[in-house]
Antibody, heavy 118, light 108 residues
Framework: QVQLVESGGGLVKPGGSLRLSCAAS????????MSWIRQAPGKGLEWVAY????????NYADSVKGRFTISRDNAEKSLFLQMNSLRAEDTAVYYC???????????WGQGTTVTVSS | SYVLTQPPSVSVAPGQTARITCGGN??????VHWYQQKPGQAPVLVVY???DRPSGIPERFSGSNSGNTATLIITRVEGGDEADYYC???????????FGGGTKLSVL
């Protein structure tokens, strides 16, 4: 079945780094644009970054630009988010999402929790 | 950057119709998507491209979009519809995904 499974979350100190991974199955990953979405505790959804199907295009929310890097490996059907210089305000559940500008974000992972605290 | 405005909460009695609005500058020119999120769960797409439903979503869910307001419409509301609802668009000028602040739907 169509599925996204995130991993790599955890507790990290401010200024530290973490790399999130997302394994895709059940659909043609190499044809899909992908995004990371996050949700801070008790807050709403926040778009973080997107990457095109061939990695030609990426973009980031202003809140993470210069600190986070989105990438993918189509051969391994995997999406990644490298997070550097982490701050307390980056604490959130991070979701891996398949998205299309017309069809929306139609496949979501279960989320992985990132906690930035000393 | 583009801003989407939703009411924090909407209440409706079972069997009635709920309307959740999403305001944005000339939002009628954009494709609007709606997501339902229940506590402890990942969001689920319930309406895409203003008014279309993914497979598996009941016909009770629909949408409209015109001018500066998009609306999610849920008819014959049930207790299981209690959730947070988020609107979302793609802002092509900044190439950003944008979410509204979310609306908590309460079924009285």
């Amino acid at each position: 079945q169509v599925q996204l499974v995130e991993s790599g979350g955890g507790l990290v100190k401010p200024g530290g780094s973490l790399r999130l991974s997302c394994a895709a199955s059940g659909f043609t990953f190499s044809d899909s644009y992908m995004s990371w979405i996050r949700q801070a505790p008790g807050k709403g959804l926040e778009w973080v970054a997107y990457i095109s199907s061939t990695s030609s295009y990426t973009n980031y929310a202003d809140s993470v630009k210069g600190r986070f890097t989105i990438s993918r490996d189509n051969a391994e059907k995997s999406l990644f988010l490298q997070m550097n210089s982490l701050r307390a305000e980056d604490t959130a559940v991070y979701y891996c999402v398949r998205y299309d500008r017309i069809y929306g974000m139609d496949v979501w992972g279960q989320g992985t929790t990132v906690t930035v605290s000393s | 950057s583009y801003v989407l405005t939703q009411p924090p909460s909407v209440s409706v009695a079972p069997g009635q119709t709920a309307r959740i609005t999403c305001g944005g500058n000339n939002i009628g020119s954009k494709s609007v998507h709606w997501y339902q999120q229940k506590p402890g769960q990942a969001p689920v797409l319930v309406v895409y491209n203003d008014r279309d439903r993914p497979s598996g979503i009941p016909e009770r869910f629909s949408g409209s979009n015109s001018g500066n307001t998009a609306t999610l419409i849920i008819t014959r509301v049930e207790g299981g519809d209690e959730a947070d609802y988020y609107c979302q668009v793609w802002d092509s000028s900044s190439d950003d995904g944008v979410f509204g602040g979310g609306t908590k739907l309460s079924v009285l």
